[in-house]
């Protein structure tokens, strides 16, 4: 795994002297061809010098390790811009680019890797995957800006990513066109397992548990599974400490929509007990919030709670690296009253008037109808390092989902006062097993095989939406990476066998005849990136995936007051096939960065809900009935962003995401794509823009087209109109006695008090969105060592 | 030594917090029998003669069977005075919610809307606030023909505002099919 040596540095290093000395005195002349040197110093944080520091130079077979001094010197350097790469194992990989001139002379300061076994140079799960899956990085900072909105919402800055929500509180993330079942949502490399089949479950993870945050596009990673039709989303918590001491942060945030409070914290403790080193971290987040406003009324009972806590435990012996963790998220989501809708006629007039009744006051209190829903996830992650062939994981964890929904409606009676009975209570219990191998055949192929074997449990203890269920899955997977360290390419390629049986539980006569049911087939992804220069690479990646039809698609039945509409399943449904194809391209140089993903994706037997002509007639009315039903598709879409850094001082970018999707059978548009989107973001820093603790002044505009790609017939209401929507942000550091690094900032969120209306919210007919909100936010980092 | 004092009570908590760790599948309780209403029943008695009942009744509720719905059959030239009640004949034996529905009157309204040759509806009775209820009523046929009386039971209405059949909320909206002869 190592590049090619120089020989050793001290008679390297000697001649390198003189040469630098030769040039010096013989003057400029020699530098017009490739002669340039370059000499580097690698230290750590307190400047003592790191020897056996790997350094490689991007799309060139240069490279070397630094020597006992920790320096490396290069020599016949052209005038070119070289990306270096320095890794050590127990310290964070870094890269840097940068223009050679002339005979140069730069010292490299590496910091300690945060996982504490020796062999591993990376964070996280993410990052294994490398260049060669689509994927994109939600940097820190706007992590923190966003995260008191929720992890869907923080999602929402990147690119590719859009919403669909229900009203202001629930938010699900939408990639490349698809959401729910077919985008995979984990939580520290394990698959969170949910009730995330219904549009208006939110998933439940709670953003300040993490420290980054990551979206892969497409059929990426065969790794996770093989039915991430849309893409994965990895929440990673941050590394455990790896010095001894205590540290940590407190969050405390402010809005004023909704007068929302948040406080977050967290707390890093490593403590050696004999030899046995033991890192632990406890953190939790309490949200507190009432009733959000748009420009014209208040939206009454949408006052939201969060209780989250979590832990960490670590310890490494020898060559294990052992970690528990452990989080628990409980939230109370109030739903707009009046979305909740009787029956077709009672839409038609809430349609027609477009707003609430009333004007609505401002108030906490939550009443119906409301969810609460508590999830909680504990896992047990082993890493043992096998010396030169890499290394094994095994993941072991359970998880416990329980969903409360309480209507606003009864079929008869009085709503009792208290919050004993819900009317529907969803339970799910998965315990899941992993075992992942990694293993380097040699310095250019590098693979991975592993088993995943997941049994689930759901119960269905009120309300009849979905039966009782139990779910086997297993799957087994392989994938390869070829990386020749000269070489412009790299190649991954992966696949992937699943089986899964579903056992319904439930004594309903009529689903006897679908008691059991068994699915399985192959997935696989193939890849190869091509580094064209040592500013821009781009990824070409094709993939085959499959996803089985949910409980909800087999067997619903019944009305849907979320939606006051009918919907039927139909357990003669087949797994759909999706082949989706991608290109990705980066390029970096000088003032300018651009990314870019274009896609076009094939989704055979997409299961979606089709309207039936005839409404079905109920006690309580007519409601329009859809059936659960099979198509073909295919979905096609490009985003990127585009960033002009032109000074010091000021910054531009500019993103915008396109998605088109059609229903090929029915050879019309497909139903609830969402719109163009664009964004100019303004950045003005006060003070240097590289440094981590710069303050800076933001605007972002938001133009959001109007959607008119849809099909007839298929909606209550036409797509809203397009919009226009100002936030400014205003972020700074202030240093004190007590505190080395407060982070302070300042945001005004639809700064302009817009009305406006999302397409993807399912509340649209009845509300606008929020207006303006100011978000006051503050950030404590404390600790010492 | 402070910091190993501080650290043994950090890894202690760790302990304690595992241990209460676990949340289990709770075991279904039976789901409270909330009320239903299935069936509209609307009885017209002529000043003369037998009175008839009509039914539109669903009996398992959404979805499965479709309802059964009976055509109203009414002599022209006539009137009747018709008494509607709500039946819950999902169960056994069946409950007449009507009796729950005088008991809370201010909170409900009974609505008649008419189409075709079906005559309006005058409602004769009253909830305890002296508002209209809508359970007991009035109508005098003229010419035959065929037409719709569409019954709706209001929650909570405005029973005020100008239109107060277009206010609360609906627990019940059947359509009965009308013949006059």
Redesign the interface.
């Known amino acids: 795994m190592s590049f090619s040596k120089i020989i050793g540095c001290k008679y390297g290093c000697f001649l390198g002297i003189i040469l630098l000395f030769s040039n010096y005195l013989l003057g400029q002349e020699l530098h017009s061809s490739c002669l340039l040197k370059l000499q580097m110093a690698v230290v750590d944080p307190q400047g003592k010098p790191l020897a056996y520091v790997n350094v490689g130079v991007l799309g060139q077979s240069l490279g070397g390790s630094t020597n006992e001094e920790g320096i490396l010197l290069f020599k016949n350097l052209c005038k070119d811009s070289y990306s270096f790469q320095f890794s050590r194992i127990g310290w964070e990989a870094y890269e840097i680019t940068f223009l050679i001139e002339n005979d140069t002379s730069i010292q490299i300061v590496l910091r300690e890797s945060g996982i504490m076994l020796d062999k591993i140079t990376v964070l996280g799960d993410g990052d294994k995957l490398g260049k060669n899956t689509i994927k994109e990085v939600l940097d820190l900072e706007s992590l923190r800006s966003t995260m008191g909105f929720g992890l869907a919402e923080s999602l929402k800055q990147l690119p590719g990513v859009q919403t669909l929500n229900t009203g202001a509180s629930i938010s699900k993330p939408i990639i490349q066109g698809l959401h729910s079942n077919r985008v995979l949502i984990l939580q520290n490399g394990v698959r969170q397992e949910g009730q995330q089949w219904g549009s208006e479950h939110a998933p439940e993870i709670d953003p300040f548990l993490s420290t980054k945050i990551q979206v892969i596009k497409g059929a990426g990673s065969i790794r996770y599974g093989g039915d991430a039709l849309g893409g994965i989303i990895l929440v990673e918590p941050p590394a455990l400490r790896r010095e001894k001491g205590?540290d940590g942060e407190v969050h405390l945030q402010g809005m004023s929509n909704g007068k929302l409070g948040i406080l977050s914290g967290q707390l890093n403790?490593n403590?050696s007990?004999g030899n046995l080193p033991?890192s632990?971290r406890?953190q939790g987040t309490l949200k507190n919030g009432g009733n959000l406003h748009t420009p014209d009324y208040f939206m009454n009972n949408t006052g939201v709670r969060e209780e989250n806590f979590s832990?960490m435990?670590g310890t490494e012996k020898n060559n294990l690296n052992s970690t528990?963790f452990?989080s628990?998220y409980f939230s109370i989501l109030g739903i707009l009253k009046d979305a909740h809708i009787?029956?077709l006629?009672?839409l038609t007039?809430a349609i027609e008037r477009g707003r609430p009744l009333s004007d609505g006051a401002f108030f906490r209190e939550i009443g119906r109808p409301q969810q609460q829903i508590?999830h909680?996830f504990?896992q047990w992650k082993n890493i043992i390092d096998l010396e030169n062939d890499g290394h094994l994981e095994i993941n072991l964890s359970r998880q416990?989902n329980?969903r409360k929904e309480f209507d606003a409606?009864?079929?008869?009676?009085?709503l009792p006062n208290s919050f004993e009975?819900p009317n529907i209570?969803f339970?799910i219990?998965t315990y899941r097993g992993e075992v992942d191998l990694e293993h380097n055949w040699n310095q250019d192929f590098h693979g991975h095989i592993g088993i995943a074997l997941m049994q689930q449990?759901n119960?269905t203890?009120?309300g009849s939406l979905i039966p009782d269920y139990s779910q086997w899955t297993g799957g087994v997977y392989y994938t390869l990476k070829y990386k020749k360290p000269a070489s412009l390419w790299e190649f991954e390629g992966g696949i992937r066998y699943d089986r899964n049986r579903l056992r319904i539980d439930d004594v309903n006569p009529k689903l006897q005849d679908f008691r059991e049911n068994q699915y399985q087939g192959f997935s696989g992804t193939l890849s190869s990136v091509f580094h064209f220069s040592n500013v821009g690479f781009l990824v070409f990646q094709t993939g085959s995936s499959w996803r089985t039809p949910h409980v909800s698609e087999l067997f619903s039945?019944?009305?849907h007051h979320g939606s006051a509409s009918?919907e039927?399943g139909n357990p003669y449904l087949v797994p759909e096939r999706a082949l989706n194809n991608s290109i990705h391209f980066e390029w970096q140089e000088g003032k300018f960065k651009i990314q870019s993903t274009a896609y076009y994706n094939w989704i055979n037997k997409y299961i979606f809900l089709s309207p039936k002509k005839e409404a079905?007639?109920?006690?309580?009315?007519a409601?329009p009935a859809f059936n659960y039903s099979q198509t073909n598709v295919n979905i096609a879409g490009l985003d990127g962003n585009m960033t002009f850094s032109m000074n010091k001082h000021w910054d531009f970018t500019f993103q915008a995401a396109m998605v088109k999707g059609r229903n090929v059978t029915a050879n019309d548009y497909l139903i609830y794509m969402p719109a163009n989107k664009m964004q100019l973001i303004t950045t003005y820093y006060l003070n240097a823009k590289d440094n981590e603790t710069h303050s800076f002044f933001r605007t972002q505009l938001t133009h959001v087209a109007r959607q008119r790609s849809v099909p007839a017939a298929f909606d209550y209401a036409l797509p809203p109109e397009g919009y226009l929507r100002l936030d400014i942000e205003f972020l700074t550091h202030i240093k004190n006695k007590f505190f080395p690094d407060i982070e302070l900032g300042v945001a005004l969120n639809n700064a302009t008090n817009t009305r406006y209306r999302e397409y993807l919210n399912r509340f649209r007919y009845f509300i606008q969105e929020p207006g303006r909100n100011l978000v006051v936010r503050l950030r404590i980092p404390f600790g010492h060592s | 030594m402070k910091n190993q004092l501080f650290f043994t009570f950090f890894f202690f908590a760790f302990l304690v917090f595992i241990s209460f760790s676990c949340e289990k599948d709770t075991t279904g309780d039976p789901d409270n029998e909330s009320e239903l209403i299935t069936t509209v029943s609307i009885t017209f008695t002529p000043a003369s003669g037998a009175a008839k009942s009509f039914k539109w009744a669903d009996k398992d509720g959404a979805g499965g069977l479709a309802p059964v719905i009976e055509t109203i059959v009414l002599a022209a030239n006539t009137s009747y005075t018709i008494s509607t009640t709500f039946l819950d004949e999902s169960k056994s034996p069946v409950e007449n919610i009507t009796a729950e529905i005088l008991e809370e009157s201010n909170d409900h309204l009974v609505c008649y809307a008419v189409s075709g040759s079906a005559p309006a509806v005058q409602i004769t009775d009253q909830d305890k606030k002296k508002n209209p209820l809508g359970l007991a009523g009035t109508i005098k046929t003229t010419t035959a023909g065929n037409g719709s009386i569409k019954v709706s039971l209001k929650h909570t209405p405005d029973k005020k505002a100008a239109t107060p059949c277009s206010t609360g909320e609906t627990d019940v909206e059947v359509t009965f099919p009308v013949t006059i002869n």
């Not at chain 1, 079905?616 to 009315?621: A, D, E, Q, S, Y």
């Open positions: 205590l403790g403590h007990f033991v632990g406890i832990w435990l528990f452990y628990r009787g029956n006629t009672d007039d508590l909680e504990f416990f329980r409606h009864r079929n008869f009676g009085t009975n209570l339970e219990t449990v119960t203890d009120r039945d019944g009305v009918y039927k079905v007639l109920t006690i309580r009315g409601f």
